[in-house]
């Protein structure tokens, strides 16, 4: 009987030894893959990516700046918390369907879709108050005195409005869908810039301030 308990035993230890390095490897597995599809060469490995974004990318401040720091393109687009960068995953699975079926195989195809799909790309960045950008730029690390007085004022602004990043910096890196009106923003900025009764002049340094006693 001793000898059955020790045999039992051994089996057990066995078992719970095959069992933890399986999981090991498993969960080793599974994150040497997810590391390996949050790569700018996996992101551009297909042409749709390599041929379109990507190129228009290339020409922006967040891909050649003058400090040398580039933005790739995990860095915007795939969430750094592991639970969020794995619920992203799962929903770019959607995106290789549509790779698979030759939704956007073509130049013609991707502008095409372009507009829906960056809508839908500045709704889910609404929606996380836009998280990714804030990886990098936070708001209270803003040295709001070597900005322009335009930006300095908008950034203060946005917090009263309780806007986020990416209400006023679509096509930041990307270029904007032929259907985007730009006039709208700007006609939007404009008429809460009247409600809190800030004169052109304290953005628009370039304008003269008006004569004493005159109101414009």
């Not at 730029?137 to 409005?161: N, P």
């Not at 910096?169 to 008429?191: E, S, V």
């Amino acid at each position: 009987m001793k000898w059955i308990a020790q045999h039992i035993s051994s089996k057990c230890i066995v078992a719970a030894v095959l069992f933890f390095v399986t999981g090991i490897l498993f969960w080793g597995g599974f994150n040497w893959s997810l590391e390996l599809t949050n790569t700018e060469s996996f992101c551009i490995s297909c042409h749709e990516m390599e041929k379109n974004v990507y190129q228009e990318y290339k020409k922006t401040i967040h891909y050649s700046s003058a400090t040398g720091v580039r933005a790739s393109c995990p860095d915007c687009h795939v969430p750094r918390e592991w639970t969020y960068k794995v619920a992203r995953k799962i929903r770019a699975s959607n995106e290789l369907f549509h790779w698979l079926i030759g939704s956007i195989s073509s130049r013609e195809k991707f502008q095409a879709k372009r507009s829906k799909l960056a809508y839908a790309v500045w709704e889910g960045m609404r929606e996380t108050d836009s998280r990714e950008c804030r990886n990098c730029h936070k708001q209270g690390a803003m040295a709001e005195d070597k900005q322009s007085a335009m930006a300095s004022k908008m950034h203060t602004l946005a917090l009263e409005w309780k806007q986020t990043c990416i209400d006023c910096h679509q096509g930041i890196a990307h270029t904007l869908p032929n259907d985007f009106n730009k006039n709208t923003l700007i006609d939007g900025w404009h008429k809460k810039i009247k409600q809190h009764n800030i004169v052109c002049y304290e953005c628009h340094k370039d304008m003269p301030a008006p004569i004493k006693k005159e109101d414009w």
